[in-house]
């Protein structure tokens, strides 16, 4: 009794291989991702040298410029998505007679 819809390990992909899968579909993901991480990476660097600022004020200013960060992406992704759906077949495409 076996059936095609089942789950099987041979059909599953790694974590690495989906990344690379998904972001062929959507290119500004990893882009996100690599800037939130660099972001919250200096941010941390850069809490022991902060001086007077409080801690609370200092990750606030952190998660801010993390989460900034990643919504700039998105907004790239989407206008990049914008433009390869909509604008360049339009403005692009050859004409056939």
Known sequence: MSSDNQ????EDEGQ?????????GSPFVPVGIAGFVSVVSYGLY???Y???QK???HLIHMRVAAQGFVVGAATLGVLYSMYKDHIRPRFFSE???
Request: aromatic share 4%.
């Open 16 to 24: 690495l291989s989906r990344l690379i899968r998904k972001s062929r």
């Open 55 to 57: 801690v609370s004020i």
């Open 46 to 48: 850069k809490l022991k």
């Open 95 to 97: 004409s056939k007679k």
């Open 7 to 10: 789950w099987s390990a041979e």
């Open 50 to 52: 902060r001086r007077d």
